[in-house]
C-alpha cells in the first residue's frame, strides 16, 4: 500500500476525527466519494488499520451480488449477529427474515431500527467502526438500510465510512450524509506517488501525466509501472491514453454502457480527438464516418460529456482513455484517419499525430513531418517520443538509426534519463559520420553524468580521432565535451591534449579549444573571456537549443577569471533552462554556478543550487552528479561549522564518487573534510587529507581543486611541523602562479610565503599583501581566513593592538557569512588580543590563562614529547591531550608545537614528571 494517500493529508485528517469522536462517543458518518482509482479503497483499508480499539464491522459491494436482496448486509454483520436477541421482537425477526435466517418479510423500517440497535448493542462493549467500500455495488435493500442507519450515529459510539464511486447515484447523493471527495492529486503529491513506484520525471513530463491521468493515483502508478519509458512516454505523445487496469476500466465504461451504439461511436471520435478541438472537427470526422449530427447528444444528456464550441470535454480523461481503449483496434485506425482530415485545416500538428497512430508501416514522408513538429518543441515534455516516433515510421535503417538517436539525445536534454538510456541500448554503430558524432555524444553525456567520466573520455576521443578526417567540427565537439569528462576525472593532462587539438582546427571552434587549454592551465586572460563574450564567440554547430553552450561558458566562466560575471551569467540561464525543461544541460550548469557561489560566499544560493541537482541526479540515477553536489554542500558545511553534516555528506559524496573515478566530485569532499579539520584543532587529518589531492593516481587527486587549496594544505603542514612539505608546496605552486591570471593568484601566494618564512617582519608584510589581495577577489570566506592568520601572527609577535584589526575583521566576515566554528576561533584570538574587553587577562601569566591541565600539556609538548607520550605520563588519550593543545593555542595567541617554545610557561607544580593527583584535576 506504498504511497497510497500520497496527497490526502487532509481527507485522512477528517477521517482521524470521525474515528476520534466515535471513540469519545459521538460517533457519524462520512461519504467518501472519487472516480475508480482515486484512493477510496485505500483511505477506508488505513481507516482499519488504525482502528485500535474499535470493533470493525466491514463489507465490499460486488458486482454479481448486486441483485441478491441484504447480501452486503449479511456480510457486514456476520461478527455482530450474537446481539440478535437483545433486540425488539419485531426487529429482531425482521432482520432474521433480511438475513435468511429465518421466514418471513423484511420491512424496510424495523429491519432498519434492528441495523441500527445493533450497533448501538455492539459499541456498547467498545466503539465500532463500519467500513463499506463500494456502497454502490451493493444489494438496492442493503445500501437502503446502511443510508438509514448511517444518519442516525450522531449519539452513539460508532462511526461509518462509506465509498461510493463519482459521480454519484441520486440516491446516494440525496442520502444527507457528509461527503468527503478525494479529488485529482497536485503536482508535489503525484510527483511523489510516482517516485515511490520508480519514476521521477522532470516537471513537464510529470504534468504532462497528470494531464493525462487526471491526477488519479491508480492511473499514476500504473504509468509509472510501465515495462519501457519509451512506450510510457508514447501513451503520453499520442494524449489519448494512459494505462488502466481492467477493473478501473470497466468501472469508467458503466457509465457509458446504456448510450446508443452511435453515440458510443462518436465518444471514441471525441477520445481521440483529445481535446484538440474545435468541436467542428469532431462533428466533421463523425459525418465521415456516417454518423448523425447528433449522435453526441445521448452522451451530453447523460453528463458523460461537455460539448463546447472549443472542444469536447469529457468528465474525466479516465473516462476518455476507457472509452477510447475499449474501442476495437479496426475502428480507432478509423476514428484517426478522419480525425486527420477534419482537422487538417486548423492544426496540422494535430493531423500528423492522427495520421501517424494510424500508420500501419514505414511511411518516410511522415516520420519526416513528425521530425520537424518535434524540432519546433525543443526540451518539451514530448519532443523525444514524437522523434521516436519519426524513427519508428523512418523508410530505412539510417533514418531510423538517426532520429532515434536524436530522440534519445532529446530525453537525455529534457531530463528524462531513462529513455535515453532505453533508446541508446538499442542503437547500433552507425557508418554516417554526423550521426556517429551525435550517438557518440549522447554516450559521452549518459557516462559523463551516469557512469564513469574516465570511461566517458576514452570513448569520445577514440570516435573523435576517427571523425576527425570526415567531418572535423563534428570530432571537435567530441572533443569539448571529452575535456569536460578529463576535469570530472581528474586527468587533466588527457584535457589538454583533446583542447590542444581543438585549437588547431581556427575558427569558433579553434579559439574555443584555445580557451579551454588556457582555462586549464588558470592563464584564461580577462580581455574576452567575460561570459558574455565567451558566449558570442561559441561555434554554431553546438546548436541554438541544445544547451551545450551555456555548459561550456558556465566552465569557462568558473575556471576563468570573472566569478562575478559568471555568477550572474548562470542564474540566467539556469532560470531559462529551468523554464524550458532543458533539465539535462540545467544540472551540469547548475553544479558551476554551485561552485562559484561557495567560492562568492552566496552559501544559501550554493546550497539551493546543489539540493536541486541533488534531487534531480537521484530521481535519474546519475552518481557522478549526486556526488559533485554532495561535495559542494560538504564545503559549505565545512566553512559554516557543520562539521558531523559536513563529515556525513562528504562520506556520500565518496561512496559514489570513488567507484565512478569521479575525481573532482572526491576532491571537493576531501577538501571539505580537510577545511573540518582544520577548524577542529587537527591538522594532521587536515594535511593527510589536501596531500592526496597533489598525489597523481590516489581516488582524490585533482590538479585544479589542489591549486584552490593550496593555503589550507600549506597552513596544515605549518601546523604539524612539515615545513619542508609546506615550502615544497610553495615553490610548485609560486611557479604556477606567476604565470596565471585568476584574481584569487596572488592572494594565495601571498598567504602561503607568509605561512613559510621564518622572518617575521616579512611575514607580516607578507600577510598585508594577502589581505590586500584577498580584499578585492570578492572570496569573503578567504579573506576571514587571511585575516586570521595574520592575526594569529602578529598576536604571537606581541603586537597585541596591530592584531585586533584582522581579528576583528575575520570575527565579522566569519560572523556575515555564519561561519560559527571559525568565527569563536577568530573571536578567542581577538579576546587574547584585548579586543573583547579581555585585555587585563591577556597580561596575566600563562598559569592564569590555562587550567592546570592546560599547562601540564603546554609544557610536556614545549619539551618535545609526542601526544602519546604526554597521554602516558598524564594518563590521558592521545586524542584528549590533542584536544587540550587546540584549546591552549588560541589563548597563547600560537598556531604550532614548536612556537611553544617561546612561551613563558610559568610554573605551578614542579617541572619534572608531574605529580599522580595532577593529571586528574
Known amino acids: 500500500m506504498r504511497g497510497a494517500l500520497r496527497g490526502r493529508a487532509a481527507a485522512w485528517g477528517a477521517v482521524g476525527r470521525l474515528t476520534g469522536a466515535a471513540q469519545a462517543g459521538s460517533g457519524g458518518a462520512l ?27 466491514s463489507a465490499a459491494g460486488v458486482p454479481d451480488e448486486t441483485a441478491v436482496p441484504f447480501s452486503g448486509l449479511a456480510e457486514l454483520l456476520a461478527p455482530a449477529l450474537d446481539e440478535l436477541d437483545h433486540l425488539p421482537a419485531p426487529q429482531a425477526a425482521a432482520l432474521r427474515s433480511a438475513l435468511g435466517l429465518a421466514c418471513g418479510e423484511a420491512p424496510a423500517l424495523p429491519t432498519g431500527a434492528a441495523v441500527m440497535g445493533l450497533l448501538v448493542r455492539a459499541a456498547a462493549r467498545r466503539p465500532v467502526l463500519v467500513v463499506v467500500d463500494d456502497l454502490h455495488l451493493l444489494d438496492h435493500e442493503s445500501a437502503t438500510t446502511l443510508r438509514y442507519a448511517a444518519r442516525r450515529l450522531k449519539e452513539v459510539p460508532v462511526a461509518a465510512l462509506l465509498s461510493v464511486t463519482s459521480p454519484l447515484d441520486r ?3 440525496a442520502a444527507g450524509i457528509p461527503r468527503l471527495a478525494l479529488g485529482e492529486l497536485d503536482e508535489e503529491a503525484a510527483g511523489a506517488l510516482l517516485a515511490d513506484n520508480g519514476w521521477a520525471p522532470p516537471p513537464p513530463v510529470r504534468r504532462a501525466a497528470i494531464a493525462a491521468t487526471g491526477g488519479n493515483p491508480l492511473a499514476l502508478i500504473e504509468l509509472a509501472r510501465a515495462e519501457s519509458p519509451a512506450d510510457r512516454l508514447e501513451d503520453l505523445a499520442g494524449r489519448v491514453s494512459v494505462p488502466l487496469r481492467a477493473r478501473q476500466r470497466t468501472a469508467f465504461l458503466r457509465q457509458v454502457t446504456a448510450l446508443p451504439e452511435p453515440t458510443r461511436t462518436a465518444l471514441v471520435i471525441a477520445a481521440a480527438a483529445a481535446e484538440e478541438g474545435p468541436v467542428g472537427a469532431v462533428f466533421e470526422a463523425a459525418r465521415r464516418l456516417g454518423l448523425d449530427a447528433d449522435a453526441l447528444a445521448p452522451a451530453e444528456r447523460a453528463g458523460v460529456v461537455t460539448v463546447r464550441p472549443t472542444n469536447v470535454r469529457f ?19 478509423a476514428v484517426h484517419r478522419a480525425l486527420a482530415v477534419a ?7 494535430a493531423a500528423i499525430r492522427h495520421r501517424a497512430i494510424a500508420a500501419q508501416g514505414p511511411d518516410e514522408e511522415l516520420a519526416h513531418a513528425l521530425e520537424e513538429m518535434a524540432l519546433t518543441q525543443p526540451a518539451s515534455a514530448t519532443e523525444a517520443a514524437v522523434m521516436h516516433w519519426a524513427a519508428r515510421l523512418s523508410g530505412s535503417e539510417l533514418q531510423r538509426l538517426r532520429r532515434t538517436t536524436a530522440a534519445a539525445l532529446a530525453a537525455w536534454r529534457s531530463g528524462q534519463t531513462d529513455l535515453a538510456r532505453e533508446l541508446s541500448s538499442q542503437l547500433s554503430t552507425v557508418n554516417e559520420p554526423q550521426t556517429e558524432a551525435r550517438l557518440a555524444r549522447l554516450r559521452g553525456l549518459l557516462e559523463i553524468t551516469s557512469g564513469d567520466p574516465v570511461t566517458a573520455f576514452t570513448r569520445l576521443e577514440r570516435v573523435a580521432r576517427d571523425l576527425f578526417a570526415s567531418t572535423p567540427v563534428d570530432a571537435a565537439l567530441l572533443l569539448v565535451l571529452s575535456v569536460a569528462a578529463a576535469h570530472d576525472a581528474g586527468e587533466l593532462a588527457d584535457g589538454r591534449r583533446a583542447a590542444s587539438t581543438v585549437a588547431k582546427l581556427g575558427g569558433p571552434a579553434g579559439r574555443l579549444g584555445e580557451r579551454l587549454t588556457l582555462a586549464l592551465d588558470g592563464r584564461l586572460p580577462a580581455a574576452g573571456s567575460e561570459p558574455s563574450e565567451i558566449m558570442a564567440d561559441m561555434p554554431i554547430e553546438l546548436g541554438e537549443h541544445s544547451g551545450m553552450r551555456e555548459v561550456v561558458v558556465m566552465a569557462l566562466g568558473a575556471l576563468g577569471p570573472h566569478p562575478v560575471q559568471t555568477r550572474e551569467f548562470g542564474v540566467s540561464v539556469c532560470a531559462w533552462q529551468r523554464g524550458a525543461g532543458m533539465f539535462g544541460t540545467l544540472a551540469m550548469n547548475l553544479l558551476w554556478l554551485t561552485d562559484v557561489n561557495v567560492q562568492l560566499g552566496h552559501y544559501d544560493d550554493a546550497i539551493a543550487c546543489a539540493e536541486e541537482v541533488l534531487q534531480f541526479a537521484r530521481d535519474t540515477g546519475q552518481q557522478s552528479g ?21 563529515r556525513d555528506l562528504a562520506t556520500q559524496a565518496l ?52 591549486r584552490l587549496a593550496t593555503p589550507d594544505l600549506v597552513e596544515a603542514a605549518v601546523r604539524t611541523e612539515q615545513l619542508g612539505l609546506a615550502r615544497r608546496v610553495v615553490s610548485e605552486f609560486a611557479g604556477w602562479a606567476q604565470n596565471s591570471t585568476l584574481p584569487w593568484t596572488r592572494a594565495h601566494l601571498y598567504r602561503c610565503l607568509a605561512l613559510v618564512d621564518e622572518n617575521d617582519e616579512e611575514a607580516h608584510r607578507l600577510f598585508a599583501l594577502a589581505s590586500s589581495a584577498a580584499a578585492s577577489d570578492n572570496r569573503p570566506f578567504e579573506l576571514a581566513r587571511t585575516a586570521l592568520l595574520r ?16 581579528l576583528r575583521l575575520a570575527v565579522e566576515l566569519f560572523d556575515g557569512q555564519g561561519a560559527r566554528r571559525w568565527a569563536e576561533i577568530a573571536r578567542s584570538q581577538l579576546r587574547g588580543a584585548g579586543g573583547l574587553g579581555a585585555s587585563p587577562r591577556d597580561d596575566r601569566p600563562a598559569s592564569a590563562v590555562l587550567t592546570t591541565q592546560e599547562l601540564q600539556v603546554a609544557r610536556l609538548a614545549a619539551g618535545g614529547l609526542s601526544n602519546k607520550e604526554i597521554g602516558a605520563m598524564l ?47
Request: hydrophobic share 40%; aromatic share 4%; glycine share 6%.
Open 626 to 646: 549526486a556526488a559533485q553536489a554532495l561535495a559542494h554542500l560538504a564545503r559549505v558545511a565545512a566553512v559554516r561549522g557543520d562539521h558531523t553534516e559536513c
Open 343 to 349: 482537422v487538417a485545416q486548423h492544426n496540422p500538428d
Open 31 to 57: 461519504l467518501v466519494t472519487g472516480p475508480p482509482g482515486s484512493g477510496r479503497s485505500s483511505l477506508l483499508a488505513e481507516a482499519v488499520q488504525h482502528a485500535d480499539g474499535m470493533t470493525v464491522l
Open 655 to 706: 561512496a559514489s564518487a570513488v567507484p565512478t573515478r569521479a575525481r573532482a566530485a572526491a576532491a571537493h569532499a576531501s577538501w571539505a573534510i580537510a577545511i573540518a579539520a582544520l577548524a577542529e584543532g587537527d591538522a594532521h587529518e587536515a594535511c593527510d587529507r589536501l596531500v592526496m589531492l597533489t598525489e597523481s593516481g590516489t581516488p582524490f587527486s585533482h590538479e585544479l581543486i589542489a
Open 791 to 806: 592575526g594569529e601572527a602578529l598576536r604571537r609577535d606581541r603586537r597585541r593592538t596591530e592584531a585586533r584589526t584582522p
Open 171 to 173: 440516491h446516494v447523493a
Open 315 to 333: 468528465r474525466h480523461p479516465l473516462l476518455r482513455a476507457a472509452v477510447y481503449q475499449d474501442a476495437p483496434y479496426h475502428q480507432r485506425l
Open 875 to 921: 594518563f590521558l588519550s592521545p586524542r584528549t591531550v590533542g584536544y587540550h593543545l587546540y584549546k591552549l593555542f588560541p589563548k597563547l595567541g600560537i598556531s604550532t608545537r614548536s612556537q611553544l617554545r617561546s612561551v613563558e610557561l610559568d610554573d605551578v607544580v614542579d617541572r619534572g614528571r608531574p605529580e599522580p593527583g595532577a593529571a586528574l584535576s
